[in-house]
């Protein structure tokens, strides 16, 4: 099994999958654009994971941010994820 099926597999793969799926069918996202996404997950390193409470918690080492004029190497970067549908409630 290649690397990144490893990781498409896992929680957070298939989640991600199945969001960039939704976001192509309902046309808030070029097909393109998702499966650059998907191999940019592929080189990721994920240190850290945790999902309770129904929150996510991610932490990257080494993560690459870019857009169209730059990009910026972090050491360290933190991401706290939660269903937006639970906020309203």
Known sequence: MATFELYRRSTIGMCLTETLDEMVQSGALNPNLAIQ???QFDKGHLHTYR???NV???ILQDALFKNEEC???IGRV???ACDSK???Q
Do not use: G, P, S, Y
Request: aromatic share 16%; net charge negative; charged share 15%.
């Open 37 to 39: 996404v998907l191999v």
């Open 51 to 53: 999902f309770c409470d």
């Open 56 to 58: 996510w918690t991610f």
């Open 71 to 73: 990009q910026e190497n």
């Open 78 to 80: 933190k991401i706290v």
């Open 86 to 88: 639970l906020l309203t």
